[in-house]
């Protein structure tokens, strides 16, 4: 069943504020740091495009799937359009790729999304994605996968923390940074 967090974008921003606090912020300082100016900019399962907002006037170009979320995204003339990641092949127009806190809703099939995203961007891709963390009572995990449900994915399986970078190593990062329980993988073209 769908969260209530997916239902509205006024209510998943909330929640993301709630959730990560000053964190957030700087989730958002980490991509606009390496993205430089003119670089075209993807970023998919952009959900309320927000990113859009917080880079300097780079072109932009949101996929998502929830239409309550496309619509907030176009109120704020954000540059957001419907598509699913997995079927999506222009990746050789954008010079960045972006994807935070999506991998988990495509498991299992975000091997083939990485693969796509890494081989087809032109010049790098960031992926932000949150791990299981260890010691968590079951019950507050299973809290967050309640209210983690999308209503577009049925699977939503997360990764601990070494399952996950173990994931990133396989496409040869330039860097793996850590922040507010997320592991953030940098591709760089060329040194695959
Ligand atoms: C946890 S949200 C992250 C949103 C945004 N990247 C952020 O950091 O706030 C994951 C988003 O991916 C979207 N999504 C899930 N599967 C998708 C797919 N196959 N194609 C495009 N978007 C998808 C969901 O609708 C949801 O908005």
Redesign the pocket.
Known sequence: MQSPI?WRGEI?RAA?HAMHWRNLGR?YDYVRRLVMPGDRVL??????G??QSHLNGNYYLG????EQ?ISYARNKKRNVIK????T?DRYGEFDVC?????LH??NP?HEEFMKKAVSGTRKRVIV?EPYVVSGRHPIVEKMIRIL?N????DSGEWENREELIRFFRKFNPARLDELDNSVMAVYERGEK
């Not at 999308?150 to 994915?153: M, P, T």
Request: aromatic share 12%; charged share 20%.
């Open positions: 997916y998943y993301m989730r970023d998919v399962g952009c959900g309320t927000t990113l996929l998502e799937l929830n979320f598509q699913d990641a997995m999506f972006v994807a935070m806190d999506l809703h495509l099939k932000c983690d999308d209503g577009l994915n």
